[in-house]
């Protein structure tokens, strides 16, 4: 196996599509059904790669991750994701890179990813509950997606929305695994486009 270069954090000419990182804001539309994903103008949305060696930096992913996994863990029915249980040392100390996205200079979302031979594996997707259903997890996806490489990720397999984010932007489930009792996750790929 040959390993994936050290991506740069996609500039928008790299990114085309719906799902695109930056571009044209999103216009929104009429809603059709209670599940329909609200996508608002997110003109506002900087996508910019995060240095947890900062102290407000980390402190913020690590508020946001908190309030994220709080819904994950009433959708699944299970507390036992270890991320609910971290510090902010235990974030900074992740071997991970990290893109968040800020809406009006505030942190509103981030995904962290490591490289796992010649692909990349999301740890974590998280968007602070003040802004779901905006696009902010699709756009974050898609930034990663923008390398490609081939991407994994878990997810909480009752945890709907997740699911349905993943298989949406192309990920194929690959398995069902229950690291901790309680806690059953679901394994997805995405091919990538290389």
Known sequence: MTAVPEPAVPEPAD???PASVT????????????????????????????????EATAVAVHRVGLRSYAVEAAL???????????????????????????MDGVLAGFIAWAHEGDELDVDRL???PDHFRRGLGRRLVAAVLAFGAPVTVCTGAANAPAVALYEGVG???VGTFEPEPGL??????HPGTR
Request: glycine share 8%.
């Open 15 to 17: 990114v085309t599509g």
């Open 23 to 54: 571009g044209p804001a999103v216009t929104g539309r009429a809603l059709t059904g209670p599940d329909d994903l609200v996508e608002l103008d997110l003109v506002e949305l900087d996508l910019v790669e995060l240095d947890l060696a900062d």
């Open 76 to 102: 699944i029915g299970s507390d036992a994701i270890p991320a609910l249980h971290e510090t902010v040392a235990d974030v900074r100390a992740l071997p991970l890179r990290w893109l968040g996205a800020h």
């Open 126 to 128: 998280c968007v602070d």
């Open 171 to 173: 990920f194929t489930r």
């Open 184 to 189: 059953v996750l679901a394994r997805f790929r």
